[in-house]
């Protein structure tokens, strides 16, 4: 493996009631956090390959980490979502080559399709900032039951010479849905809109 990964991290989140309202079942986020050596902090470097291949490696092994953490098999998640923060010491063109080229193709195979675009997010920061991962639907991006995001971060990470990796996963929409929109059982999934 490329990467050079300090920790990897797995975080779960359920929801069970909004505004005061059951949500039955609970909706269910994942993500998988992976905390990497960034080989190129600290210097401009214009062949991002490495990076590229890095992200290739991680997309699989987060999207299977986030999906064992749901406890459901790959075909059965609805969303996805994927984001990198780098450390102080990284640009965010190191982000872009982790998440763009290469990562996407290991992540639908974990899940078994995704005809969306994965949505994503790139940011600089130090230990303990937040890093928004957004999410969508991945086989229809106009499922707007399903436009959410989960937010992680870890007290250590990224450190300057670090990026922080994530693929976020879900097993349903937002919570009490209601604004309209295609739903998920109208999905085609031909197109990766609708």
Known sequence: MKAKIRKIATFVEEIHTEMGRLVSPPTRKAAAVAVIENPF??????????????GEELGGLLAEKAVAALGIEGTAAESYGK???VGENGELEHAAAILHPRMGTPV?????????????SKKRGGPGAVLDIPLGHKDAAYVRSHFDGMEVSLNDAP??????????????GRPLPRVGGLTKQEIKGEDGLR
């Open 41 to 54: 902090a600290g210097r401009y470097v214009e062949d991002l390959g490495e990076l590229m291949d890095i």
């Open 83 to 85: 984001a990198a923060l």
């Open 108 to 120: 639908r195979k974990v899940l078994g399709k995704g005809a969306a675009l994965i949505p994503s």
């Open 159 to 172: 450190r300057a010479g670090e990026i922080l990796v994530a693929v976020a996963v879900t097993d349903s």
